[in-house]
């Protein structure tokens, strides 16, 4: 079983930076595929960014390219999620998700998820 803690968010001004992390422990970090996903009340949760476990490979929805980065840190075992250029519609809970050895796509199986981070974005 794995575990997963999100930590990071907060009230920041629209054109501000935060930075997501997520904790995760049960099992090898390095066999995750590791994700971001949000979610604002009324809708479906989106996906938001991923990386291999391998590192090799991300990808991003097209609302956040370009203005959101994914890393990891496999000696931490914790992926991050750097925003910046933040808008109002960036306001979400964010959650993490991780799933073993899946692709980096929104439909992959996730199986893992964390309780979730409020983001909020003032303009």
């Known amino acids: 079983q794995v575990q997963l803690v999100e930590s990071g968010g907060g009230l920041v001004q629209a054109g501000g930076s935060l930075r997501l992390s997520c904790a995760a422990s049960?099992?090898?970090?390095?066999?995750?595929?590791m994700g971001w996903f949000r979610q604002t009340p009324g809708k479906e949760r989106e996906f938001v960014a991923a990386?291999?476990?391998?590192?090799?490979?991300?990808n991003y929805a097209d609302s956040v390219k370009g203005r959101f980065a994914i890393s990891r840190d496999n000696a931490k075992n914790t992926v991050y999620l750097q925003m910046n250029s933040l808008k109002s519609e960036d306001t979400a809970v964010y959650y993490c998700?991780?799933?073993?050895?899946?692709?980096?796509?929104?439909?992959?199986?996730?199986?893992?998820w964390g309780q979730g981070t409020q983001v909020t974005v003032s303009s």
């Open positions: 998700a991780a799933g073993i050895y899946v692709p980096v796509l929104p439909d992959a199986r996730w199986d893992y």
């Open positions: 049960g099992r090898t970090f390095s066999t995750l595929t």
């Open positions: 990386m291999s476990w391998s590192g090799r490979s991300e």
